[in-house]
């Protein structure tokens, strides 16, 4: 019966090995390297400098820029303004009745002075403070 035990022994210990090693390996450890090109390797974030996270399940970045907010797009203000140019420019409009892709005819001028006047109100209606930029 020992030398059973003895056998198990090797098992044991490889195992009680891994269980310690297992919260090491999870630690946070940072890369950076200093004025002089020396590579140094940490537990804890360099102050203003950039470093790189060779923690396990962490991404390598440096410290994140607060950035500015992207305003929001509405599409509807986007589309109507774009209609608006389109509209207000000197090209002939075409249109595409039969929806296969290629126009038709032409807006006629008082087809065009309609839409341009749609185009205006729905940038009251969807752009914030209805202001009308005009690009052509």
Same mark, same amino acid.
């Given at each position: ?8 022994? !090797? ?18 450890? $940072? ?9 140094? $390797? ?23 820029? !607060? ?24 090209? !002939? ?44």
């Amino acid at each position: 019966m020992p030398r059973q035990s003895f056998r198990l022994l !090797p098992g044991l210990l490889a195992g009680l090995c891994l269980v310690a090693a297992l919260p090491a390996s999870a630690a946070k450890v $940072y890369q950076w390297k200093d004025a002089q090109g020396v590579t140094h $390797y940490t537990d804890a974030p360099p102050a203003g400098q950039e470093y790189k996270n060779r923690g396990q399940h962490e991404d390598t970045s440096k410290p994140a820029a !607060p950035t500015a907010a992207k305003p929001v797009v509405n599409a509807n203000c986007s589309n109507a303004r774009s209609n608006l140019a389109v509209l207000e420019g000197t090209n !002939p409009v075409g249109i595409d009745e039969d929806k296969d892709g290629k126009p038709d005819r032409n807006l006629s001028d008082s087809e065009r002075a309609n839409r341009t006047d749609l185009a205006h109100a729905q940038i009251k209606t969807y752009c914030e403070g209805g202001a009308v930029a005009s690009g052509g």
